[in-house]
């Protein structure tokens, strides 16, 4: 049978399979006489390989924001999938939280699948409840970052000591929105193996934060930030990362009535407030809070009053 020969050269062939990265469909649309069958053959005769599914995908690198974002992801509910050359990555949520996913969505941008995100059904000994999963396209750029994230003979999700540096605040602020929860204290849930809680502990050394360790059940516990200087500046590392849809996890029991009381009786306002000659029921009315709690701020803060809890009968304030 008589070959059929190609249209054009091998060069030119090449370059429409490996630097354009035409499917053989799209490449024999384009040449005169092209078919899918001949396409095949003009490439197998110029020992032309056929370029990989994932290696079609256009992506950008993973750097800055979107490195911030996948690290940050890893340390919480992100988990890469492996392929045999590439790797993709994938993350579910709540209905609830569906809005934050999609958030995270926009951020990958052309990273996304054209079908990112899909309804999903967990079932538990409990019952059965909906959510919603994201998937990016694969690419072997996501390789190395499996590579770090998980043991080379398989396993669940671990840390490595390269992850310390590569944690920034948004970083920070990713890993608290997937894992953390809002009660008097921030806190965020981990489950990873003891070396890995290690290498947890050494990233917050390297913001200053040193969390309390709450274990609850096996190897999972919380990382807890137990007092007021060190949920405020927790708060302060992440707090511009955190989008409107899930600012409710900025909300705590700390920051009760007795928080917004300490906000308005600062010892720099009660100074101010003496050296003017306020008394200290005028303080009080001032402040919104009662005369006995301006009393014990002023001797906490060894502030000397020496006017009288009221004006004297008839003197005007």
Not at 307 to 316: A, D, M, N, S
Request: aromatic share 12%.
């Amino acid at each position: 049978m008589l070959k059929i020969p190609c249209p054009v050269s091998e060069a030119v062939l090449r370059s429409m399979v490996q630097d354009q990265k035409l499917t053989e469909s799209e490449i024999a649309s384009i040449l005169p006489g092209g078919t899918v069958h001949r396409v095949r053959n003009w490439k197998k005769r110029f020992g032309i390989g056929s370029v990989p599914r994932w290696a079609r995908n256009v992506v950008p690198p993973i750097e800055g924001s979107l490195r911030s974002l996948l690290v940050g992801s890893m340390l919480g509910d992100g988990r890469l999938v492996r392929r045999p050359n590439a790797t993709h990555y994938t993350e579910n949520h709540s209905d609830k939280q569906k809005n934050y996913l999609e958030w995270k969505i926009a951020q990958w941008g052309i990273w996304a699948s054209p079908d990112a995100i899909q309804p999903v059904i967990w079932n538990t000994q409990g019952g059965s409840y909906s959510g919603w999963r994201f998937n990016t396209v694969a690419h072997e750029q996501l390789n190395k970052w499996h590579s770090l994230f998980y043991p080379q003979d398989g396993g669940p999700k671990h840390l490595k000591p390269q992850v310390v540096d590569l944690v920034d605040d948004k970083a920070l602020a990713i890993w608290y929105l997937d894992d953390g929860s809002a009660g008097w204290w921030p806190s965020i849930t981990f489950g990873m193996d003891e070396e890995s809680r290690r290498i947890a502990f050494a990233i917050f050394a390297k913001f200053g934060l040193t969390p309390k360790w709450d274990l609850q059940r096996g190897k999972t516990g919380d990382f807890v930030f137990d007092s007021e200087e060190l949920a405020l500046r927790f708060l302060g590392i992440i707090g511009s990362h955190v989008p409107f849809c899930m600012e409710y996890k900025l909300k705590f029991g700390f920051q009760g009535p007795h928080y917004r009381i300490r906000q308005r009786v600062t010892a720099t306002v009660l100074r101010e407030m003496v050296a003017q000659g306020f008394t200290i029921r005028r303080m009080a009315e001032k402040l919104g809070v009662g005369w006995s709690t301006i009393d014990r701020a002023l001797k906490r803060f060894q502030i000397d009053c020496p006017r009288l809890i009221g004006r004297p009968k008839g003197v005007t304030t």
